[in-house]
T-cell receptor, first 116, second 114 residues
Framework: AQSVTQLGSHVSVSEGALVLLRCNYS??????LFWYVQYPNQGLQLLLK??????LVKGINGFEAEFKKSETSFHLTKPSAHMSDAAEYFC??????????????FGTGTKLQVIP | GAGVSQSPSNKVTEKGKDVELRCDPI?????LYWYRQSLGQGLEFLIY????????KSGLPSDRFSAERTGGSVSTLTIQRTQQEDSAVYLC????????????FGQGTRLTVV
């Protein structure tokens, strides 16, 4: 069964500091991987995705993530945090399950706080 | 439509009443998902539709919860005899199944049971 683990339910960084949000997946086959962001009282918005090809993917708002198969990781980074980055971030994985259906599995989320 | 639409955006109901939450997915998206997000919690998977069938309803928390999808489009999540612990934001998402791709989310329905 596929699972997604996000280490740290809350992360605090200073404005201008590096943002690192961790995500590890467990899957029998390499999944497709996503990061979503959720601003207060809003739905989830796609930040970036990895499907195939280049393992370093760039997304919106200066975020990027690197797929590392050997570490089964897909950590999200941003070189310099901005106040507007304060939100909740969800890592997700998807693949064809045994029934041939695509199922999306989400991590439990990480709330990012940016300190002025 | 241009995006996933959910209605109502907010619903306050009395304990014991039934509620229906509606999701209108992106046109052409065969896959549809319902999730629940309780205060301070992550995303809890409820049910997955492919077309009108639900091959995975493993996340429905009790038999008070049911969902249907008609015409391969609109889906309704019904909660019978609501309880206070049902208070949460209910999110709907849709995606294609012809390729593995991301799910697109609606804005959610905030349900408050009083």
């Amino acid at each position: 069964a596929q699972s997604v683990t996000q280490l740290g339910s809350h992360v605090s960084v200073s404005e201008g500091a590096l943002v690192l949000l961790r995500c590890n997946y467990s899957s029998s086959v390499p999944p497709y991987l996503f990061w979503y962001v959720q601003y207060p009282n809003q739905g989830l918005q796609l930040l970036l995705k990895y499907t195939t090809g280049a393992t370093l993917v760039k997304g919106i708002n200066g975020f990027e993530a690197e797929f590392k198969k050997s570490e089964t990781s897909f950590h999200l980074t941003k070189p310099s945090a901005h106040m507007s980055d304060a939100a909740e971030y969800f890592c997700a994985a998807t693949n064809r399950n045994s029934g041939g259906y695509q199922k999306v599995t989400f991590g439990t989320g990480t709330k990012l706080q940016v300190i002025p | 439509g241009a995006g996933v639409s959910q209605s109502p955006s907010n619903k306050v109901t009395e304990k014991g009443k039934d509620v229906e939450l509606r999701c209108d997915p992106i046109s052409g998206h065969t896959a549809l998902y319902w999730y629940r997000q309780s205060l301070g919690q992550g995303l809890e998977f409820l049910i997955y539709f492919q077309g009108n069938s639900a091959p995975d309803k493993s996340g429905l928390p009790s038999d008070r919860f049911s969902a249907e999808r008609t015409g391969g489009s609109v889906s309704t999540l019904t909660i019978q005899r609501t309880q206070q612990e049902d208070s949460a934001v209910y999110l709907c998402a849709s995606s294609l199944v012809t390729e593995i791709t991301e799910a697109f989310f609606g804005q959610g329905t905030r349900l408050t049971v009083v």
